[in-house]
């Protein structure tokens, strides 16, 4: 089993910037590919960004350029710094992890609410 703990949401204004973290615990061996998704009311859950523990990532097109995920493999804890917010980025945002790179998450934490208002 792979325990998820998400921080750093809160409320921030328009063109704003948060920083979530990840902190990951238990079987982090069967590990390869951390990543984010995110649900906001009244719409299905997104693929934000992923990571491999090599360090390749992918972002959803709504992110790209403003959103940058990283990981500190020695420390298991995952980052993503969001720059330039939206309120359309208004949401719950979910670390996850998976076996594979591109394969669906096997795991997940509890939530972070992340909202963009002015």
């Known amino acids: 089993q792979v325990q998820l703990v998400e921080s750093g949401g809160g409320l921030v204004q328009p063109g704003g910037s948060l920083r979530l973290s990840c902190a990951a615990s238990?079987?982090?061996?069967?590990?390869?590919?951390m990543g984010w998704y995110r649900q906001a009311p009244g719409k299905r859950r997104e693929l934000v960004a992923t990571i491999s523990s090599g360090g390749r990532t992918n972002y959803a097109d709504s992110v790209k350029d403003r959103f940058t995920i990283s990981r500190d493999n020695a420390e298991n804890t995952m980052y993503l710094q969001m720059n330039g917010l939206k309120p359309e980025d208004t949401a719950v945002y979910y670390c996850?992890?998976?076996?594979?790179?591109?394969?669906?998450?096997?795991?997940w934490g509890q939530g972070t609410q992340v909202t963009v208002s002015s």
């Open positions: 238990g079987s982090i061996f069967s590990i390869n590919a």
């Open positions: 996850t992890a998976a076996r594979i790179f591109g394969g669906s998450p096997t795991y």
